[in-house]
């Protein structure tokens, strides 16, 4: 997978700010983590050069943060489905997916954000459910679809 270009991301920290779009500083998190330690100077000024370090895969990150933000869904972690939401759009803007930027822009944020993420797993043709027990992936279906958790009623959170 082709990643943009270090000008790039440069360029699209700086617009962040600039929108106050990121106001936690979540998708910049993942972006700067993609920039080697010049460019990086741009927009960040570590104290110490040897405290950087840069994330070179980028694809294998996605796909952890993809597990870690359905396991926060399936938590019911609203900050953190949030932020989980937000680094994930990013990292598919990083890998050059417009497609599904856009994709989980479309639906709303019912559930956690649980179509939001479906629509990033479908767009790289992930697995969604595939890793989950028959509980999980039933719940996890539902709440794509907007619907509670539980059919009987949810105790953790969900809201119809």
Not at 104 to 118: I, L, N, Q, S, T
Request: aromatic share 8%.
């Amino acid at each position: 997978m082709t990643i943009r270009t270090q000008e790039e991301i440069v360029t699209r920290i700086w617009a962040l700010r600039a929108d106050r779009g990121d106001i936690f500083g979540f998708r910049e998190e993942v972006l700067v983590e993609a920039l080697d330690l010049d460019h990086a100077r741009q927009v960040i000024a570590p104290r110490h050069p040897s405290e950087w370090t840069q994330r070179v895969d980028h694809e294998t990150y996605a796909r952890d943060y993809l597990r870690f933000a359905i396991g926060k869904i399936l938590d019911h972690r609203s900050n953190s489905a949030s932020r989980s939401v937000d680094k994930l759009s990013e990292l598919a803007w990083l890998l050059g997916r417009d497609d599904i930027v856009a994709a989980m822009d479309h639906p709303g944020y019912p559930m956690y954000g649980a179509p939001k993420v479906k629509a990033f797993a479908d767009g790289f043709a992930w697995p969604f459910l595939d890793d989950l027990d028959g509980d999980d992936r039933l719940a996890l279906a539902r709440m794509t679809e907007g619907q509670q958790c539980d059919p009987q009623g949810c105790e953790r959170g969900c809201a119809d």
